[in-house]
């Protein structure tokens, strides 16, 4: 399988435990993306790297998420300190940062919080 | 600020029945507008990427159309495997980020 893979699928955890999630790009995508989405919403943007520099960030991502692409291959996206309300899909996304810059996602991670 | 609407929120149509789903967009210089399509539980699957006003694009029973405020997805004699959500997102030209829409549930029945 060529595609964005994500691990693991479901995590399920306690208020207050850190968790951290997985992503593996398309081979040769320079551009790696973090989303999250809830229930009923569309994808929300969180970082955005290219290679291994992370380039943008967005407000939503709050001193308790750290996000790191070492090598400029694969991703990780690490939570601290969860909450409920951190429940969420979170879904990664590659581009091979041409002129389409379509981006690919994954399966997503399903992150519940008790 | 960049803001995607899309509408309606859901739609369901009989096997056959052509409709459009409408995603209208504000945005500091369009790179790009871009239709997906979502099944529970999965990541949006890439549709149609769309760059200038007039543009259209075509896959299967789906058409894709762009003008300067807002963009059409067609779906002509849908069947029910089409039933998913469909999201539109834009990205801003000094951005790289794409900014979707909540999206619109489509439900085909037989």
């Known amino acids: 399988d060529t595609g964005v893979s994500q691990d693991p699928r479901h995590k399920i955890t306690k208020r207050g435990q850190n968790v951290t999630f997985r992503c593996d790009p398309i081979s040769e995508h320079n551009r790696l993306y973090w989303y999250r989405q809830t229930l009923g919403q569309g994808p929300e943007f969180l970082t955005y790297?290219?290679?291994?520099?992370?380039?943008?960030k967005s407000r939503l991502l709050s001193d308790r998420f750290s996000a790191e692409r070492p090598k400029g291959s694969f991703s990780t996206l690490e939570i601290q300190r969860t909450e409920q309300g951190d429940s969420a899909m979170y879904l990664c996304?590659?581009?091979?940062?041409?002129?389409?810059?379509?981006?690919?996602f994954g399966p997503g991670t399903r992150l519940t919080v008790l | 600020e960049d803001q995607v609407t899309q509408s309606p929120e859901a739609l369901r149509l009989q096997e056959g029945e052509s409709s459009s789903l409408n995603c209208s967009y504000t945005?500091?210089?369009?790179?790009?507008l871009f239709w997906y399509r979502q099944d529970p539980g999965k990541g949006p699957e890439f549709l149609f990427t769309l760059y200038s006003a007039g543009e259209e694009k075509e896959k299967e029973r789906l058409k894709a159309t762009l003008t300067k405020k807002e963009s059409f997805l067609h779906i002509t004699a849908p069947k029910p495997e089409d039933s998913a959500t469909y999201l539109c997102?834009?990205?801003?030209?000094?951005?790289?980020?794409?900014?979707f829409g909540k999206g619109t549930s489509l439900l085909v029945t037989p």
């Open positions: 997102a834009v990205q801003a030209r000094v951005r790289y980020a794409l900014n």
């Open positions: 790297f290219q290679n291994e520099a992370q380039l943008e």
């Open positions: 945005v500091s210089g369009l790179r790009g």
């Open positions: 996304a590659s581009s091979s940062g041409g002129l389409s810059n379509e981006q690919f």
